[in-house]
Antibody
Framework: EVQLVESGGGLVQPGRSLKLSCAAS????????MAWVRQAPKKGLEWVAT????????YYPDSVKGRFTISRDNAKSSLYLQMNSLKSEDTATYYC???????????????WGQGTLVTVSS | DTVLTQSPALAVSPGERVSISCRAS??????MHWYQQKPGQQPKLLIY???NLASGVPARFSGSGSGTDFTLTIDPVEADDTATYFC?????????FGGGTKLELK
């Protein structure tokens, strides 16, 4: 059974940093692209970052590019999201997701974790 | 970015058939996917690449469409289907989601 368990969320002041983690199990982690998707309170879903199987390629939307960094440790079956210069609009539940077969585009989010809440407020 | 437009809400009775639409601002080939999100839960993949049923999803769910117009159909609807349904495209960069359609049971 695929399991994705996020951690690291919490309350953080604007301008500060936070690092999220996702522990994966139930599949061969190193074989799949992984991603982060967020959902602001009572809002829709927004893709945040994707990383290739080896970690050599990363992808971000303009809203977080230059502030967020996705990384992975295949030996530990773990995914990370380093978030810097946080803004109030980054407040959301952050989901770790395993993508389907293939690469960054032409792909889908096959499995999702339960999410971790990040609140950016002074 | 590709904008995906969904109706905000629908209300149907158990046993009926419901179609949830998603319109893209530009063509996405067949790379449209559907997710179900129940209150307080994470999203769950239902349909990938327009018409492919994800593992473990009941055959009551089906998807159709190509280009810019896509439909998720539930037939028959059950009480447990109360949820918000999101479409997502991955043909154009960046991947984008629709605003979601909240399905309520009468």
């Amino acid at each position: 059974e695929v399991q994705l368990v996020e951690s690291g969320g919490g309350l953080v002041q604007p301008g500060r940093s936070l690092k999220l983690s996702c522990a994966a199990s139930g599949f061969t982690f190193s074989n799949y692209y992984m991603a982060w998707v967020r959902q602001a309170p009572k809002k829709g879903l927004e893709w945040v970052a994707t990383i290739s199987t080896s970690g050599s390629r990363t992808y971000y939307p303009d809203s977080v590019k230059g502030r967020f960094t996705i990384s992975r440790d295949n030996a530990k079956s773990s995914l990370y999201l380093q978030m810097n210069s946080l803004k109030s609009e980054d407040t959301a539940t952050y989901y770790c997701a395993r993508q389907g077969y293939g690469s960054y585009l032409y792909n889908w989010f096959a499995y999702w974790g339960q999410g971790t809440l990040v609140t950016v407020s002074s | 970015d590709t904008v995906l437009t969904q109706s905000p809400a629908l209300a149907v009775s158990p046993g009926e058939r419901v179609s949830i639409s998603c319109r893209a601002s530009e063509g996405v080939n067949s790379y449209m996917h559907w997710y179900q999100q129940k209150p307080g839960q994470q999203p769950k993949l239902l349909i990938y690449k327009a018409s492919n049923l994800a593992s473990g999803v009941p055959a009551r769910f089906s998807g159709s469409g190509s280009g810019t117009d896509f439909t998720l159909t539930i037939d028959p609807v059950e009480a447990d289907d109360t949820a918000t349904y999101f479409c997502q495209q991955s043909w154009n960069d960046p991947p984008t989601f629709g605003g979601g359609t909240k399905l309520e049971l009468k």
